[in-house]
């Protein structure tokens, strides 16, 4: 599984942006895509995920730093993953990364994701 990460930027406290994670490769079957972000100095942080299988699509969960203003979704061939995100906030400001599992995972430590794309900057001024 292939994945890349678009659509970061820079953007004043209050605004919006919408993320995009492009896959490509295997991408039938279960799955779960996650949303992380890394700020300078800091751990990379879990942002939210989605998951899919056969039997149907999962609802989304998120951080509790980002949950209300932040909203994952898929197009109809789950193979572009959206992160809108409203209300930013300074403290948002990262690199943000897609990162997927050929499974359905709840993991929410980086460990739990075994494909990674290259992350997109997201920066937030106040």
């Known amino acids: 599984v292939q994945l890349q990460a678009s659509g970061g930027g820079m953007v004043q406290a209050g605004g919006s942006l919408r993320l995009s994670c492009a896959r490509s490769?295997?991408?039938?079957?279960?799955?779960?895509v996650a949303w992380f972000r890394q700020a300078p100095g800091k751990e990379r942080e879990f942002v939210g995920r989605?998951?899919?299988?056969?039997?149907?699509?999962?609802?989304?969960y998120y951080a509790d730093s980002v949950k209300g203003r932040f909203t994952i979704s898929t197009d109809s061939t789950k193979n572009a993953v959206y992160l809108q995100m409203n209300s930013l906030k300074p403290e948002d400001t990262a690199v943000y990364y897609c990162?997927?599992?050929?499974?359905?995972?709840?993991?929410?430590?980086?460990?739990?994701?075994?494909?990674w794309g290259k992350g997109t900057q997201v920066t937030v001024s106040s």
């Open positions: 490769g295997r991408t039938g079957g279960s799955h779960t």
């Open positions: 990162a997927a599992d050929r499974r359905v995972t709840v993991a929410t430590a980086a460990s739990g994701y075994r494909y």
């Open positions: 989605i998951a899919w299988s056969s039997w149907g699509d999962g609802t989304a």
